[in-house]
């Protein structure tokens, strides 16, 4: 069975910096893109980032861009999000969730649960 | 970027009823949309992929459709375990764009 379960989330001051980790199990990790999407409180959801299987293409929203690290550890099956200069707008549920290949064109097809982040002084 | 109106917002629609969501893309996208159901404190479920294709183990009576930029996600029979939130996901391209959500609820 495939699942993803995000941690890392938290209460966190404006300007500080979080790791979210999603770790991955039910499936060979190393063999799929991943992604990080997120979905502030009463909004839609926004995609976040995203990494192939082997790190060599990485994506990020404008949003995020340059305060933002997808990176992913396929030893450990875990997909990492490092999130710094963190605003209030980042508040948000954090979800990953897998891309149904290596990445290209490829739907996404399973989720975590999601972690929350607020950011807030 | 590729933008996704979805609609309506939200829908009330009773037990048995035929009932049909849809998603508009800015720009051509091919096949490449996905349909989700997610219920309150749950990881969204995948539903349809590739637009048409039904994911393993979703009931048939889900069903995508698609033409040129315009996708629909059909019930063809509600059920009560169908009352969730719906959205659609565009994967053609990075930043990958959600639709707004449908907010599915009983009459």
């Known amino acids: 069975e495939v699942q993803l379960v995000e941690s890392g989330g938290g209460l966190v001051q404006p300007g500080r910096s979080l790791k979210l980790s999603c770790l991955a199990s039910g499936f060979t990790f190393s063999n799929y893109g991943m992604n990080w999407i997120r979905q502030a409180p009463g909004k839609g959801l926004e995609w976040v980032a995203s990494?192939?299987?082997?790190?060599?293409?990485?994506y990020y929203a404008d949003t995020v861009k340059g305060r933002f690290t997808i990176s992913r550890d396929n030893a450990k099956n875990t997909l990492y999000l490092q999130m710094t200069s963190l605003r209030s707008e980042d508040t948000a549920l954090y979800y990953c969730a897998r891309h149904r290949g290596a990445m290209g064109i490829t739907p996404f097809d399973y989720w975590g649960q999601g972690v929350m982040v607020t950011v807030s002084s | 970027d590729i933008q996704v109106t979805q609609s309506p917002s939200s829908l009330l629609a009773s037990l048995g009823e035929r009932v049909t969501i849809t998603c508009q893309t800015s720009q051509s996208i091919s096949n490449n949309l996905n349909w989700y159901q997610q219920k309150p404190g749950q990881a969204p479920m995948l539903l349809i992929y590739y637009a048409t294709s039904l994911q393993t183990g979703m009931p048939s009576r889900f069903s995508g459709q698609y033409s040129g930029r315009s996708f629909t996600l059909t019930i063809t029979s509600l059920e009560p375990e169908d009352i969730a939130n719906y959205f659609c996901?565009?994967?053609?391209?990075?930043?990958?764009?959600f639709g707004a959500g449908t907010k599915l609820e009983l009459k």
């Open positions: 996901l565009q994967h053609y391209s990075a930043p990958y764009t």
């Open positions: 990494i192939s299987s082997s790190s060599s293409y990485i």
